[in-house]
C-alpha cells in the first residue's frame, strides 16, 4: 500500500518562505506512470491544487500561484518538496502530497495533510 | 481556468435512502471528472474518475454519471460512514475542485 507522508514547519511568519517536504513509501516516485502533487485547503474552505512534478523534474503549475511556487524531487530519497514565497495569511491550510495518474488527472493517493500556518 | 460548481451545498438524506449529488463545469470536461470523498481531519479519498469508473476498493453503491458540462455522483442506500463531504474535479486541463456537497444525515 503506497503511503505518503507531508513534513514540515507548522508555523511560518508573514512574506517569509514556506517549504514542506512529501517522502513517499517505496520506489514509486521512480515510477514513469506518475505525477506527484500537492494541493491545499484552507480551514473550512475549499480544495486548491497548487502544483505537480514528474521524476524527471517536469513541473507544472496553478497559474494563480505560480510566481510564488517551486516544487522540486529527489527520487534518492524518495521525497519531493514545495516552497512558497512571501507567505501571507491566505496561505494558511492543511498542504497535501499526492499521487496523480499522469500529467493533468486526478489524484488516486493522498497524504494525511499537515497544518500550516502564517502568523506573526 | 474551468470553474467546477456543486450543488446543492448540504443535502440532509436517511439512512437507506439514496443521494444525488451534481456537479457543472464552465466549459466542456469530456469525461475527465473525478468524485472524492472526505471526512473531517482526513484527506479526500478518490471515490471516482473518468465520471464513471470507480477507484480500487470502492463499493458499488457508489455511482456516476455524465460527461461534457454536467455531472452527478448517485450513492444509494446509504451507509453511515457515507456521509461526509463530496468535491468533484475536473482535469481536462489544469485540476480544479468544486466547492463540495455536506451530505448530512437526516
Known amino acids: 500500500q503506497l503511503q505518503l507522508r507531508e513534513s514540515g514547519p507548522g508555523l511560518v511568519k508573514p512574506s517569509e518562505t514556506m517549504s514542506l517536504t512529501c517522502t513517499v513509501s517505496s520506489d514509486a516516485i521512480r515510477s514513469s506512470n506518475y505525477y506527484w502533487g500537492w494541493i491545499r485547503q484552507p480551514p473550512g474552505k475549499d480544495l486548491e491544487w497548487i502544483g505537480s512534478?514528474?521524476?524527471?523534474?517536469?513541473?507544472y503549475y496553478n497559474p494563480s500561484l505560480q510566481s510564488r511556487v517551486t516544487i522540486s524531487v529527489d527520487t534518492s530519497k524518495s521525497q519531493f518538496s514545495l516552497k512558497v514565497t512571501s507567505v501571507t495569511a491566505a496561505d494558511t491550510a492543511v498542504y497535501y502530497c499526492?499521487?496523480?495518474?499522469?500529467?493533468?488527472?486526478?489524484?488516486?493517493?493522498w497524504g494525511p495533510g499537515t497544518l500550516v500556518t502564517v502568523s506573526s | 481556468e474551468t470553474v467546477m460548481t456543486q450543488s446543492p451545498a448540504t443535502l440532509s438524506v436517511s439512512p437507506g435512502e439514496s443521494a444525488t449529488l451534481s456537479c457543472w463545469a464552465s466549459?466542456?470536461?469530456?469525461?475527465?471528472l473525478a468524485w472524492y470523498q472526505q471526512k473531517p481531519g482526513q484527506a479526500p479519498r478518490l471515490l471516482l474518475y473518468?465520471?464513471?469508473t470507480r477507484a480500487t476498493g470502492i463499493p458499488p453503491r457508489f455511482s456516476g454519471s455524465g460527461s461534457g458540462t454536467e455531472f452527478t455522483l448517485t450513492i444509494s442506500s446509504l451507509q453511515s460512514e457515507d456521509f461526509a463531504v463530496y468535491y468533484c474535479?475536473?482535469?481536462?486541463?489544469?485540476?480544479?475542485f468544486g466547492q463540495g456537497t455536506r451530505l448530512e444525515i437526516k
Open positions: 474535479q475536473q482535469y481536462d486541463n489544469w485540476p480544479t
Open positions: 466549459q466542456s470536461i469530456r469525461s475527465n
Open positions: 499526492a499521487r496523480q495518474l499522469g500529467s493533468g488527472t486526478y489524484f488516486d493517493y
Open positions: 512534478i514528474y521524476n524527471s523534474g517536469s513541473t
Open positions: 473518468g465520471a464513471s
